[in-house]
Each structure stands twice: as C-alpha cells, then as structure tokens.
C-alpha cells in the first residue's frame, strides 16, 4: 500500500468507531453520500457465482462467462445475441432487483438530515429503497436507459416495456432481429446508457442532477460535513473518493468516513478526521441504527 495511505487496522475497536461514526451522523450539518459497488454489493447484487448460475446460466454454459462484468464486454457475435444479454442484465440488476436492508438503515440514518446521495451505481437502488430522487445522482448511467451508439444526440431513453418483451422471447441466448432496438432519430444502432467510454450521454436529466450536487456541495463547504463512503473501490475513485479527501482536507469541521470490507483507508494528511471501519456495510449499518 502507497505510504500516502492510512488503513483501517484490527487493533481498532469496532464497537468505539461505530459510535463515533453515529454521533458524527447526529450531529453533522450535512451529510454527503458516496456509494460504490460495493453498496449494492452488501445489498446482495452481485456479479458472480449463483445469481449468475441462477439468472444467466444459459450464457455461461455456451459462452463461458463466469461473472457480469466480463459478461457486459464479451464479444456476441450477432447483435440478437447482445441484446438478448443486455435485456437480461437490465432486467435482474435493475427492475428485478430490490435494495438491500442496508439501503433502508441508511435512510432510516439520514432522512431527517441535510443529505445528497452521488453513486456510480447503475442500479436504482436507492430510489427504489425511498431516497429523495431530487437528492441523487446517477453519475455512470442507468440500466433503464439506452441511448445511440454514436451517439446522434445527448437524449436516454427508457426502456422497461422493450425489455421484458424481449425476455419473453429469448432463445438459445438470441432475441428476434424484430426486436432489436434502433435509434429514434438516425435509425442506427443503441446501447445501454452506461459509462464505458466517450460515447456515454449526459442527458438534461444527468446535468440537472450534477447541478443539484454541486449546489449542496457549495452550500455546506464550510460546515461540519460527513463525507460518507460506502464501497467505493479503486476503479473510479477521482468521482467520489478522491474529491472527498479533498474537501475534507480543505475544511477542517469536515470528516471522512469509510465502510469498505477489506478496503477502509484513507489519505494520511487528513488522517485524524477520518473513521475508518473494515467491514460489511449492511452489518456496519445495522448496528449503527441500533444505538
């Protein structure tokens, strides 16, 4: 580990950090909310294993994909093949799928406090779980939504009602050329509104979103603010991670909070305001609520 960063050690007294991180809760201004995959992750959504044997054991067995992620670059050879895997996957990660009991202990934990929810989780969780939709931002896109490939214009479009007809009629891992789907505006093809490269579509609604953060951001700059980290892992940490450190360091009433299982560290220059707890996320909360 780079000598610039503190981790979370296990001569640390857990039952003493999570009564620290409570009463930092309690009392704090506002509270702003990093959730990573490892969130959804604790909340049972995960990308590999028995849901993939349960929901996309099909692909498995005739493409050798063992998790979701390496499935969502895998090269079908057939666009009936693509799509039948995408509708798949907005299906069981998205309408499917339920939060976990650690999305409600949050709320339950902020709901009466002045909090923004920014993720880079793409699977709704949170609004499904209660959170204010006005208090949320989707920063890497929606498996509810498609967009162009190329794309002809910055507009996402929902896509429920496509979806499930598709599930209906998927066979042998294909879905009917019929169905599918064609960008609205120059007939070409579409693809899932997620950020995976340039091409990804911030759309009036990912702006107004943006906007909204960084207004609360600025509102409370100089309170006593808890940045709150939950499962943000390494692979994108300059969208809440890094930015949190940074705000952090710049004020000295802010505190820095990490729950990560195997993952709770923190930058040493704001060492002595942060809490660090090397846990799951969905017991980590549970006890908090409990105090």
């Known amino acids: 580990m ?22 930092e809760i309690d009392t704090a201004d506002a509270i702003v909310i990093g959730a990573g995959s490892g969130m959804s992750t604790s909340a049972g959504l995960v990308y590999e294993g028995e849901r993939v044997d349960e929901y996309f054991g099909d692909f498995k067995n005739k493409y050798g994909i063992e998790n979701l992620y390496a ?36 709320l339950e934990l902020v709901k009466n406090k002045e909090y923004f929810v920014i993720t880079t989780n793409v699977d709704h969780l949170f609004q499904k779980a209660g959170f204010d939709k006005e208090r949320l931002f989707y920063t890497q896109g929606d498996y509810g939504l498609w967009q162009c490939a190329k794309p002809c214009t910055q507009t996402n479009y929902g896509n429920k009602e496509l979806v499930y007809e598709m599930l209906e009629r998927i066979e042998d891992c294909k879905i009917p050329t019929e169905l599918i789907p064609k960008c609205p505006v120059c007939g070409g093809p579409m693809r899932t509104n997620l950020r995976d490269d340039d091409r990804f579509v911030q759309d009036e609604g990912w702006y107004a979103a943006a906007d ?3 207004k609360f951001l600025n509102e409370h700059i100089n309170d006593h603010v808890l940045y709150l980290d939950l499962g943000i892992g390494w692979n994108t940490p300059s969208i809440m991670k890094i930015p949190f450190w940074r705000m952090t360091k710049a004020n000295p009433k802010a505190v820095y909070a990490c729950i990560n299982l195997g993952e709770a560290f923190t930058h040493k220059e704001i060492e002595d305001q942060s809490i660090l707890i090397d846990g799951d996320i969905l017991k980590v909360l549970a006890d908090i609520k409990e105090l």
Do not use: C, V
């Open 212 to 214: 909204r953060y960084e």
């Open 71 to 106: 499935g969502s670059f895998y090269p079908f050879e057939t666009k009936e093949e693509y799509w039948a895997w995408w509708a798949r996957m907005a299906h069981f990660n998205r309408y499917a799928a339920e939060p976990g009991q650690n999305h409600f202990d949050l």
């Open 2 to 23: 780079s000598s610039w960063i503190t981790i979370a050690t296990s001569t640390e007294n857990y039952s003493e950090l999570i009564k620290k991180l409570r009463k």
